[in-house]
């Protein structure tokens, strides 16, 4: 089922393809009816899909294939953070990917956060391929699902020093009655 991907020593693929990976993968996306776009970006096939979330309005995740079985899988959670939160959100990240080896959660230079894992695709049988991107598909958005609102928190967490509208309640003990 799983092979030995010969590579020249630049590490390209030596062996012919024929297997149309894109177009399996568009394939199992209308079949599960998913809400998709395509393009074709720096040489691999990007198909954007818009998925509904538990916890959350919904995520935007891609999927970037390749002729040779390379799958990428990214989800921007959110974009242009406050450089401010990039400590507390890059500790989060850490600690996600420690509960959750298979995805990557980072914060990249710009404060975009994202969701990112990479595969490839070894199996010759048509089936079988729609059947792992579409599996690891799912298990990528499921764990970036339970990972989002604990990262989203610091996102959108108020600084207090920031906020006009903060009062702090403080108990004085004048105040305080029998």
């Given at each position: 089922?799983?092979?030995i991907?010969p590579?020249?020593r630049?590490?390209?693929?030596?062996?012919e393809n024929?297997?149309?990976?894109?177009?399996?993968?568009?394939?199992?996306?209308?079949?599960?009816?998913?809400?998709?776009?395509?393009?074709v970006?720096?040489?691999?096939?990007?198909?954007?899909?818009?998925?509904?979330?538990?916890?959350?309005?919904?995520?935007?995740?891609?999927?970037?294939?390749?002729?040779?079985?390379?799958?990428?899988y990214?989800?921007?959670?959110?974009?242009?953070?406050?450089?401010d939160?990039?400590?507390?959100?890059?500790?989060?990240?850490n600690?996600?990917n420690s509960?959750?080896?298979?995805?990557c959660?980072?914060?990249?230079?710009e404060?975009?956060?994202?969701?990112?894992?990479?595969?490839?695709?070894?199996?010759?049988?048509?089936?079988?391929i729609?059947?792992n991107?579409?599996?690891t598909?799912f298990l990528?958005f499921?764990?970036?699902?339970?990972c989002?609102?604990?990262?989203?928190?610091?996102?959108?967490?108020?600084d207090?020093?920031?906020?006009?509208?903060?009062?702090?309640?403080?108990?004085?003990?004048q105040?305080?009655?029998?």
């Amino acid at each position: 089922m799983y092979g030995i991907v010969p590579l020249t020593r630049k590490g390209e693929c030596i062996m012919e393809n024929t297997i149309n990976y894109a177009g399996l993968t568009e394939k199992a996306l209308q079949k599960a009816e998913l809400d998709f776009s395509k393009a074709v970006w720096n040489g691999k096939t990007k198909f954007n899909i818009s998925i509904p979330a538990k916890n959350l309005p919904g995520l935007y995740t891609s999927l970037l294939v390749d002729d040779t079985g390379d799958v990428l899988y990214r989800c921007y959670i959110a974009y242009d953070i406050d450089k401010d939160k990039w400590l507390d959100i890059i500790m989060e990240c850490n600690r996600l990917n420690s509960n959750f080896r298979f995805l990557c959660m980072s914060l990249d230079d710009e404060g975009d956060l994202c969701a990112a894992y990479d595969f490839f695709v070894f199996e010759k049988d048509e089936e079988l391929i729609t059947e792992n991107i579409m599996e690891t598909f799912f298990l990528c958005f499921q764990i970036t699902e339970k990972c989002a609102p604990y990262l989203l928190k610091l996102v959108w967490k108020k600084d207090i020093t920031e906020s006009d509208e903060f009062k702090m309640k403080i108990s004085h003990p004048q105040e305080e009655t029998n």
